[in-house]
């Protein structure tokens, strides 16, 4: 089991309040939850070593009293909480819907579930079209409106995908256990998963086994299996967590790059790839390439395959070099490999700082020195600490001389880091300074001007019109002082869109002044995304792959924003973060 931790506790806790609320429960006892999720937000060790410490109890922490301690200690025991379950069987299944359209809270979807009798988020939708959503008492016009909007979102079933993070941590456990079947010659993941998308619908593996139903069996028997949805006889379908379903082929030696190709797709690469087969006379599917007359030949009459063990076979038989998964969405990439042009992607290797994390001084949960020991064991050879500036208030954002203490702090962490020699790794002293509501940044500029990394964030003020947002965005662009833009359009994956921005200015602006812009890390944001990366890379704009973390564990998502650069096709010299910290400073706006 995947350890639980106090971000996830929190979350189950607003959740929870959330049903409760639904339901009309006593709002003491959603208070509670919502509290207790809010204390241990906001706490800087975790629940683990707090219920571990003979000198501590859970009952100690504000808000927490020996029914929350015992929850508590339910979650990290078993992850799950039985109170969870009996609460999804009570609530109806419209609510779920409605709760996840952007804006609308258990108590207002509650309200429109009785008084409109809905039973699908379609009804709601149509409600709202005939005007009477208006009407009712709380509503209006206005929200009437917003609900419409916030509808289409929810509405995309493109919005109720895994995170890749979430999908990728499913896959680590599936090809664990796929990889004890004694009949498995050969394992891979394929699919979105392995193209790296930003979201997953289903995980897919091909498998090279001669004994396809010991296979079968072995998938049918994991412990995550919930369901069998289909055995065929190359192919099968389960159930597995997180209700995602995974398909398996298996097929010969001889035919596993094939099929690992074809099943890695994306749709439109394979499309492509495939008619420029046909124009050679050729014919690719999953079990290999073959000449085209051939191609309705029975298998028993068809002529040798021209390659299908590997990968490399297949993509060498139509005259290409082998393409890296993550660029395999049918853009340009065939064209690129045929005159050789393909970009050499960023790793995570190539990557030697991380310039974007938070620590207990604001809204991170360890301090200054463990973000640091923790980054040191990652091998980076130098981060910025970029706690949040004073306008962030509900993270207690630093003022200017809280800010100067921090500083100063790392003034003397570098030294005792240079007493013995070279330093394992240069702290450098950031900030991350909010972009106001009205323009300007939320610390003055001669504060700025000390400061060895400024990234400029909008957190407020998301709902301006596309003229403001990007004047602010501009503004802050063009400010002398600022490094980067931090998550440039503010999306959060499945959860909200970005604000109304005029990217193709952000990007001209970033070009005219040396400003860099963020490829933020962090699964649920990815943003900037692949397309806008890459917009940014043609205009000559250099990207900053940052973790944004708020724990030292949060310093891992490195690889999820490296994949999203690969996406973009970023190379290691589009990256200012692959430089030393010498050519890094070469790098910076003056
Ligand atoms: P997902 O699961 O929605 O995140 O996206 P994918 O790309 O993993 O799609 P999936 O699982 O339906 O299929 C995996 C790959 O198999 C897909 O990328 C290409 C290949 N594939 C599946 N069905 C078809 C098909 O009907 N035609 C073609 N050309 N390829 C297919
Ligand atoms: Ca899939
Ligand atoms: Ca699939
Ligand atoms: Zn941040």
Redesign the pocket.
């Known amino acids: 089991m995947v350890p639980v931790t106090n971000a996830d506790i929190a979350a189950v806790f607003e959740h929870v309040a959330d049903l409760l609320e639904f339901q009309g429960e006593n709002v003491f006892r959603v208070r509670a939850y919502r509290a207790a999720a809010r204390t241990i937000g906001s706490l800087v060790e975790s629940l683990a070593s707090v219920r571990v410490d003979p000198a501590r109890a859970l009952t100690d922490l504000e808000g927490i009293g020996t029914d929350l301690a015992g929850k508590i200690g339910e979650l990290l025991d078993h992850g799950r909480l039985a109170l969870v379950d009996e609460l999804h069987a009570q609530v109806p299944a419209v609510a779920f819907e409605l709760m996840r359209v952007p804006g609308l809270g258990p108590k207002k979807a509650k309200s429109l579930i009785s008084e409109l009798s809905l039973t699908s988020l379609d009804d709601l939708e149509q409600a709202c079209r005939e005007g009477r959503v208006a009407g009712l008492k709380g509503f209006g016009d206005k929200t009437q409106a917003a609900i419409l909007d916030n509808i289409a979102f929810a509405k995309n079933p493109e919005h109720k ?1 895994l995170l890749w993070s979430e ?1 990728d941590a499913i896959m680590h456990g599936l090809l664990a256990w796929m990889g004890e079947c004694p009949a498995v010659r050969q394992i891979a993941g ?6 790296g ?1 930003e ?6 593996l091909v498998v090279d086994a001669a004994d396809t139903a010991a296979v079968m069996d072995h998938l049918a028997a994991w412990q995550e299996t919930s369901a069998v949805l289909l055995r065929g006889d190359t192919k099968t379908s389960i159930r597995g967590p997180r209700d995602v ?1 995974v ?1 398996l082929r298996v097929v010969d030696q001889k035919s596993f790059g094939a099929a690992l190709q ?10 492509k790839l ?1 008619s420029r087969a046909r124009e050679q006379g050729l014919s690719i599917n999953e079990y290999g390439v073959f000449p085209l007359a051939d191609a309705a030949a029975t298998p028993a009459r068809k002529s040798k395959s021209r390659g299908g063990a590997t990968e490399e076979e297949v993509y060498e038989a139509v005259g290409l070099p082998w393409i890296p998964p993550e660029l ?1 969405e049918g853009g340009d990439e065939i064209r690129l490999a045929e005159q050789d042009a393909l970009p050499t992607l960023v790793e995570l290797g190539d990557i030697r700082g991380d310039l974007h994390m938070h620590t207990t001084a604001t809204d991170g949960e360890d301090t200054l020195a463990e973000m640091v020991r923790a980054a040191i064991a990652r091998g980076l050879a130098y981060i910025a600490i970029t706690d949040h500036g004073q306008r962030v208030t509900m993270a207690r954002g630093l003022d200017r001389k809280r800010l100067l203490e921090q500083w100063s702090e790392i003034d003397r962490l570098n030294d005792s880091l240079a007493a013995d020699g070279p330093p394992p790794i240069v702290v450098l002293k950031g900030i991350e300074v909010d972009m106001l509501e009205k323009g300007g940044l939320d610390l003055p500029d001669d504060v700025l001007a000390r400061a060895d990394w400024v990234v400029a964030s909008l957190h407020y003020g998301q709902n301006q019109p596309r003229d403001r947002i990007t004047a602010r965005i501009v503004e802050a662009i063009e400010n002398p002082h600022v490094t980067v833009i931090g998550h440039p359009t503010g999306r959060l994956i499945n959860r909200r869109p970005a604000y109304d921005v005029d990217i193709e200015a952000v990007i001209d602006a970033a070009a005219k002044t040396g400003t860099f812009l963020e490829i933020n890390a962090n699964p649920w944001r990815l943003d900037l995304d692949d397309h806008h990366a890459a917009a940014a890379k043609r205009a000559g704009v250099k990207l900053v792959i940052s973790t944004d973390a708020h724990s030292t564990r949060g310093l891992d998502v490195m690889r999820c924003g490296v994949l999203q650069a690969r996406r973009a096709g970023l190379e290691a010299k589009d990256v200012a973060n692959t430089r030393t910290l010498a050519q890094l400073k070469k790098l910076m706006k003056k």
């Not at 394929?190 to 193209?195: E, N």
């Not at 979201?199 to 897919?204: M, Q, V």
């Not at 074809?262 to 499309?271: L, M, P």
């Open positions: 995908r999908a394929a699919g979105s998963w392995r193209r998308r979201t997953i619908g289903d995980l897919d379903q398909d074809y099943f890695t797709g994306s749709k439109e690469h394979n499309v495939r395999r």
